[in-house]
Each structure stands twice: as structure tokens, then as C-alpha cells.
């Protein structure tokens, strides 16, 4: 029952409270909701059905966070096409964005969904706070990395088709479910 509380609550200050400030988040953070707004979605606001990074990165911005699209050099053979989103805009700690995900084997330039993120640094978060928030917040999910860095990832499928404004609710609802993560008590 505590879950469907908290699931509610959260589902209803996202829908009635726009731009809540918000305190700097684990491992950095700053005044949230910035970002210059960019241009407005490609594609005429038809249904997007795939990652495309440029068009992504249109959409965060679109939703207050300045964003960019970025080639990562994975190896000598392999670039994957990302975005790179600043979520709060004093600070240049942090690094997060968008990649793709679900991609096609055999053509991995197809891919239909996109894993929003945000590497937070070292938090001196433990396990037990993983664990909890986890099993308490269902849709974006919290990790480590091997150094202690504190990872929040929101997977968004984008198959049979979503809307931009979906996208850009998206974002924005992983933001304020990170900026909870400050006052989040295991």
C-alpha cells in the first residue's frame, strides 16, 4: 500500500506541480528545470517509433533541458549515436543523456526504445540504499558502477509508436524522480 501511495503522489506532482525547485541532487545538482528551449520536434508530431538522437535531443530541450546529439566512439568499428542532456544548468559534474536500446541484430542502427540516464558520481550511496530505492520506485532504476558512481536509468519504449509530448513527459518525470533521491530515506 506504501508503494501505491508514494506511486500516486509522485504520478500527481508531476501532473499539477510543473517545475518544483528542488534542492542539488547525490553527487551534484544545482537549480532544476533548466535548459535552453530548443527547437520544437521534428517530424510534424507524428508518432516516433525509433531512437534518432538528433531528434531526441530536440525533444529534451523542447522540455526545458539542454541537450545535444553526440557520436561515442565505442571502438574502431562502432559509434553509437547519443544524446547528452544537461538536467540542472549550473552544473557540469554530471553526465547523462539518452541511448538507444532494443536494437535490431541484424541492423543495429534500428533501435526501439531509449534509456534515459544520468552518471551522478560517487554518492556514498550503499547497497541497502540501492535495494530500497528500487523496490520503491519502480520506473527509474538506481546502480553502481564498479568506482562507486550512482547511475538512475528510465527505459522508454518506443514501439507500436509514441508521442513527442510522451518523450518529453518522459524526461522530465525521470528528472523529478531523481530529484527525490536527495530526501529518499531507506
Known sequence: MRVLTRAIVLIATLLFCGAAMA?????????????????GPSGGGGLIVQFNAQQIAQLFSAAGFASEAFDNKVDEKTVTHMV???????DNSTFGGALPIWCKNDNPSICNGIAIFVNLGKAGVDQKWINAWNNEIY????????DGSLIFKF??????GVTPDYIKFAVAAFKAAVDMS?????
Request: proline content about 19%; hydrophobic content about 25%.
Open 155 to 160: 527505459d522508454v519504449m518506443l514501439q507500436p
Open 23 to 39: 534542492q542539488p541532487r547525490p553527487g551534484g545538482g544545482g537549480t532544476p528545470g533548466g535548459g535552453a528551449p530548443g527547437p
Open 182 to 186: 536527495t530526501d529518499f530515506k531507506p
Open 139 to 146: 520506473f527509474v532504476r538506481a546502480y553502481t558502477l564498479d
Open 84 to 90: 547528452r542532456t544537461q538536467f540542472w544548468p549550473n
